[in-house]
């Protein structure tokens, strides 16, 4: 069993032997989740007032190609941010925890490179939506949010074949929930309504005023 595991550790080893000795770079590597055993950084989504009931927040649901998808970004400052190839997911393992990738690689960047990450959650009306440009132009009620863009060394070898350890997003990421955009103002048709509750209660303060003289 020792020599068998000692064969298994040789072979997961070979391509960083190989890489490092070429001393070619890797892509840069993160473990892309937010949760890791009881680690868990959720992600929320917000609930329409109804009568009587402000709007709330919730954990995103559980679910297979559910209504939400996430995203990751990444770049070299906040200002650069833009979206990882691969990286959109609409399973969600449990309660604002999405089924991410614990070896992910950011294509573009290598091993050792200090990155600039975030993540970007919209709701994907049936999978319609297919980007964050999209919610945000929507045209309809949507509901969409991103964490605190935080800063990161990638996992990987880089050009001097120097090895980096992989990481997870869980030691910089917080937790953060969604909010409405594209609501609509107050239409036309409303505002003779409105007019109307107005003048009523003018005209009723104005009848107390009278009378307490």
């Known amino acids: 069993m020792r020599n068998m595991r000692s064969v298994l550790s040789l072979f997961t080893l070979l391509p960083l032997i190989g890489t490092t000795a070429w001393g070619q770079a890797t892509p840069g590597r993160v473990a892309y989740v937010n949760q890791s055993g009881l680690d868990k950084v959720p992600i929320y989504t917000i609930v329409a007032a109804s009568p009587g009931h402000p709007a709330s927040s919730i954990p995103i649901p559980k679910g297979t190609a559910g209504p939400y998808t996430v995203e990751l970004w990444y770049g070299t400052d906040v200002n650069s ?62 509901r969409l949010g991103e964490s605190a863009a935080f800063s990161l060394t990638l996992g990987g070898v880089d050009d001097a074949a120097k090895l980096y350890q992989p990481v997870t997003m869980l030691s910089e990421l917080k937790t953060f929930g969604l909010h409405y955009v594209n609501v ?27 009378l307490n003289r």
Request: no cysteine; net charge positive.
């Open 184 to 210: 609509p103002e107050p239409t036309l048709w409303s505002l003779p309504l409105l007019a109307l509750i107005t003048a009523k209660a003018w005209r009723r303060n104005a009848k107390g005023t009278f």
């Open 81 to 142: 941010l833009a979206p990882a190839s691969g990286s959109q997911i609409r399973d969600w393992a449990g309660p604002g925890v999405f089924k991410g990738n614990a070896n992910f690689d950011i294509v573009g960047t290598k091993g050792g490179e200090k990155v600039w990450l975030e993540l970007r959650v919209w709701e994907n009306l049936g999978g319609t939506i297919t980007s964050w440009a999209a919610a945000e132009h929507a045209g309809v009620p949507i």
